[in-house]
C-alpha cells in the first residue's frame, strides 16, 4: 500500500514539475502596442505625441535662390556698395541654398489652445556678395557672412514663441504687421514702403477676439533690431564720398515700442489699422570724428532730449475678383516720424543708397567722370549747439505704399504683378544743417558747379513682376524680375571722393535705375 501511495505522489510530482517547465517556456503577453494617432483638431499634419494630449506638426521647406545683378540674394537690388558702382569686385550673382525647419505643438486646456512654435532655417549663401578685401578683411564675429566658407553655412532663427489665453511671448510678428509683411506678391525680401517682421522680433503682445471676424492687438516690441535706421550726429562730419552716411548716434534702448492693430477678416478680404510709437534717443553731443564712437568726453558734453515718434498703417485685401478663382489685390500705406524703418523697410536692415552710373544708367553731364544718386535712411538728424546747430533731434519723415496683384492662370501657372513707392523727408532746419556740412565735406562751394544745389530728400519706386510654375503640390518654380529707381534732390556737380575703387573725380547728381532678378526651386513640406 505504501509502495503505490509512493508512485502515485511521484506521478502527481513528476507531472506538475512538467507542467511547471511547459508553462515556463509559454511566450509572455505583449503590451498593446501604442501607435502615432492623427490629431484632427487644427488642420492636416498634426499627430498627438504619444502618451500625452500635445499635438504637434514638424514641417517647412527647401529653397534655392539665384539672384542676378543683385546686393543679396533673394533679390536685393544693386543700391550700395561694389554692385551699387557697377565695378569689377562685384558679384555677377548671388545663390541661397536654405532648409527651413518648423515645428508646432498645440494643447487644448480650460484657458484655450497653448500653443508653441519655433523655425529655424540651415543655410549657406554666397560670401559677401562682393570680392572687395576692403569689405572682406573685417573681423570675423562682425561679418555674418564670413560663416558661408568652405564646408560652413549658418543656422538662422525666425519665429520662436508661446502663446496662451490670448498672450503671446517670444521672437514673433509685430502687432503692427499685416499677414504678408513684406510680399503682397513679390518673392523679393526687398519691396520698400512699409513695415516687415517676417523673420520676428522680441516682443510680448495680447489679442482679443471680439466675434464676427474683428480682432485687436496690443503690444510691446524690442526695438534694438527692427524698429531703428540711424541718428546722425552732424558733428561728426559727413564722408567725403558724398554718400550722406556717417556713425550712428543712437543711444541704447529706453523704451520698447508700443504697437497695436484693428483688424477685420471676412470672405471678402481684410482690412487693417495698425500703429506704432518708437522713442528716438541720441548718445552724446561729443563723439569722435568720422566713426560716431565715444570719447573721454562724451559723457560730459550733454546729449539731445529724447523724442517719441511713430508710424500709422492702413492695409486692404480683397479677394474674390472676377479675375479669376483665388485671385487677389493686396495693399498697404504707411506714414511715420522718427520711425523710418516703417516705411524704408526689408527683412533685415534698412539700407542706404549709394547708386554710380554706368550702374545706374544716370545721365553723365560733360566734364563729369559719371553720376551718383544718394539717399540717407534715418529716424533723426541733429548738431549740437556747440557746433553750431540747436541741439535738438529733428525726426525724419517718410511714407509709402506697395501692394500687387495675385493672379492664378490656372492650378499650375499663376503671376503677380508688384510695386511700391517710398519718399524720405527732412524738415527745413535738418536740411540746413545737412547740406552746410555736406557742402563743407566735398570740398566747398569752390568745387561745385554754377547749378549745384543740395537736398537730402530722395524717393524710390520700384515695379516687378513673379511668375510661378507647380508642375506637382508642393514643388514651384519661380521667376522674377524688378526695376528700381532712386529720385534724388541734389543738382549739379561738385569733387567727390568715392568708395575705392573709384577715382576721386568731378560727379554730377542724378536719377538712378537699376534693374535686378530671382530664380528660385522650392519644396514645401
Known sequence: MKMVKSLILGSAAGLLAMSGAQAADLPVKAKPVEYVKICSLYGAGFWYIPGTDTCMKIGGYLRVDTGFNVSSPYDAPPWSGDIGQGNRYADFFATRSRMALTVDTRTATEYGVVRTFAQGDFQFSTLGGSRNPNVLNTQFANNANLLDSVGGGYVAVEFVFIQFAGFTFGKSASAFATPWHGYPGNNSSFLLGGHDTVTGVNNIQYTAQFGNGVSGTIGLDDPAVFSRTQVFNLSVGLPASGAGVTGNAYGGVHAPDIV??????????????????????????????????????????????????????????????????????????????????????????????????????????????????????????????????????????????????????????????????????????????????????????????????????????????????????????????????????????????????????????????????????????
Open 260 to 525: 497695436g492693430n484693428i483688424r477685420v477678416d471676412q470672405a471678402w478680404g481684410l482690412f487693417q489699422i495698425s500703429g506704432r510709437a518708437h522713442l528716438v534717443n541720441a548718445s552724446f553731443n561729443n563723439l569722435t570724428a568720422a566713426t560716431a564712437q565715444p570719447n573721454n568726453l562724451s559723457e560730459i558734453s550733454g546729449h539731445p532730449s529724447d523724442k517719441w515718434g511713430g508710424s500709422v498703417m492702413a492695409a486692404l485685401q480683397i479677394k474674390n475678383l472676377p479675375t479669376g478663382p483665388g485671385d487677389d489685390i493686396k495693399m498697404d500705406a504707411t506714414f511715420a516720424k522718427g520711425d523710418t524703418k516703417n516705411v524704408i523697410s526689408t527683412s533685415g536692415g534698412s539700407p542706404n543708397f549709394l547708386i554710380f552710373g554706368p550702374q545706374g544708367g544716370g545721365s553723365v553731364a560733360p566734364g563729369a567722370y559719371t553720376s551718383v544718386g544718394f539717399g540717407a535712411t534715418t529716424d533723426a538728424i541733429f548738431l549740437p549747439v556747440a557746433n553750431g546747430g540747436d541741439g535738438s533731434l529733428h525726426l525724419t519723415t517718410a511714407y509709402g505704399f506697395r501692394g500687387a496683384f495675385n493672379h492664378n492662370w490656372d492650378p499650375y501657372w499663376s503671376t503677380s504683378l508688384f510695386g511700391s513707392w517710398s519718399a524720405v523727408r527732412y524738415d527745413g532746419t535738418a536740411k540746413l544743417m545737412f547740406c552746410n556740412e555736406f557742402t563743407r565735406a566735398t570740398g566747398g562751394v569752390a568745387v561745385k558747379s554754377a547749378d549745384y544745389s543740395c537736398n537730402p530728400d530722395f524717393n524710390i519706386s520700384q515695379l516687378g513682376l513673379v511668375t510661378r510654375w507647380t508642375p506637382v503640390k508642393n514643388l514651384t518654380f519661380s521667376g522674377e524680375v524688378m526695376w528700381t529707381s532712386l529720385d534724388q534732390k541734389f543738382t549739379g556737380t561738385t569733387v567727390l571722393t568715392a568708395p575705392a575703387p573709384k577715382p576721386q573725380a568731378v560727379y554730377n547728381f542724378a536719377d538712378q535705375n537699376i534693374f535686378s532678378a530671382l530664380a528660385r526651386v522650392q519644396r514645401n513640406f
